[in-house]
């Protein structure tokens, strides 16, 4: 997942992929949904938000609030929520393409209009600030889930 709320893979990843001259592709850029002013709580284990540690409790209630302030961020840039996350993808660098999921056809044009944003420097200080690293509470998969993607351990 690369998204406003996974950055750590600028840290971890980038820099070896790149050495080797590897392009990246982003998927999860709206975080499972979780970057959408309609994003609900999990209530339960259903669907895949019951298996996402960003989606329960107080960890939600924290995301919720990164999420409205990038909300109030779009908005004041002209753009979507959806196109101010993958403008900022695509702002990382032309070595990263972001998979665009989309339920419908309305959905898609929104994002792929992000494809035609430049975000300033102005902009990507304005959201560093919003979500700076480390802001985001919960962790992107459960433990049970995490020990499963780490092949080195099994």
């Known amino acids: 997942e690369y998204s406003l ?54 960890n939600f209630v924290t995301n919720a609030k990164l999420v409205s302030a990038l909300q109030a ?23 990263i393409v972001p998979l665009a999921g989309a339920r419908n056809r309305t959905q898609l044009a929104d994002i792929l209009k992000a494809a035609d944003v430049t975000l300033s420097p102005e902009a990507l200080r304005r959201i560093e600030a919003v979500v700076p690293k480390g802001a985001v509470a919960g962790t992107r998969y459960g433990a049970e889930q995490m020990a499963h993607l780490d092949s080195e351990t099994h």
């Open 73 to 95: 961020l779009a908005a004041d840039l002209g753009l979507t929520l959806p196109q101010l996350a993958f403008a900022w993808v695509l702002s990382r660098g032309d070595d």
């Open 5 to 58: 709320f996974g950055r750590d893979i600028e840290d971890a990843i980038l820099p070896a992929i790149r050495e080797r001259g590897i392009g990246l592709v982003a998927y999860g850029v709206l975080s499972r949904g979780l970057i959408s002013p309609q994003a609900t709580a999990s209530t339960g284990n259903a669907g895949i938000r019951g298996r996402r540690p960003r989606f329960h409790g107080e």
